[in-house]
């Protein structure tokens, strides 16, 4: 009788481990680019194709490039009125309007206060955030004052991925992921288990690890496994519960189903 007790103690625990996230396949479309940076709720596409930067309508595309920075390292375009692309070579970042014009450009090597930048996101306003390798901190920069607003303590770890919405900045570095607020301070930290990028949905994340995805639900620290077909996953995001694979040249779409 005592092991019957045992069994079923342990049973909610056994069924608590094996929650998985379900996917639905909607579609795939074969689509080459260098590197796609999002679709929106429009289905407006966010590209990169042999270093210059695509937006993609229905009807239309409209390209930037700049020859003169080099290769583009990352593009976020979370804000799209606001859109930033960072180009490591050069330390330099330009911000762009929903016309691919620019706005702004920031050449960190010319400030009194030299920044050597490795990832840059989206801030709130007229800020991003970036992660200044001089002093292993992670800065809300804002770009039109050429100033940091906030800052946090010495990261000690290496950094492997940013990305943030107007509220929250969540890093992700080898050994923790941190999710901070937009006045820099530590609101959360969880042990990093070998996941090398993340995605953001509505204040939801989604990391990966090799060629398996997992969540992470807003306000808790416990990781689910997303079922997903074996892919080599070359990037990957979540738009409007639509989970989106970019995988061999090939634009994989999913319904995802959270509860």
Known sequence: MKYVIYLFLLLPCSISAQKTIETSFIKKTDFKASQIVTIDNFGTKYFISNNVFNKKGIDRTITYNNLQLGNITTANAFNPLKINLFYKDFNSVIILDNRLAE?????????????????????????????????????????????????????????????????????????????????????KRIKNNGHTQLSESNGDIFLKKENALVYLKKGTETIIPILIPNLLINAFFVTNETLYIYANEILHEYKIKID
């Open 103 to 187: 706005i702004f450009k920031i050449d960190f090597n010319t400030l009194p206060d030299y920044k050597n930048v490795s990832h840059v996101s989206t801030g709130h306003d007229n800020t991003i955030w970036i992660f200044n390798e001089n002093n292993q901190k992670l800065e809300l920069f804002d770009y039109r004052s050429l100033t940091t607003r906030a800052q946090t303590v010495p990261i000690q770890s290496i950094v492997l991925d940013l990305k943030s919405n107007y509220n929250f900045c969540y890093l992700l570095t080898k050994n923790y992921l941190y999710t901070y607020n937009y006045f820099g301070s530590l609101i």
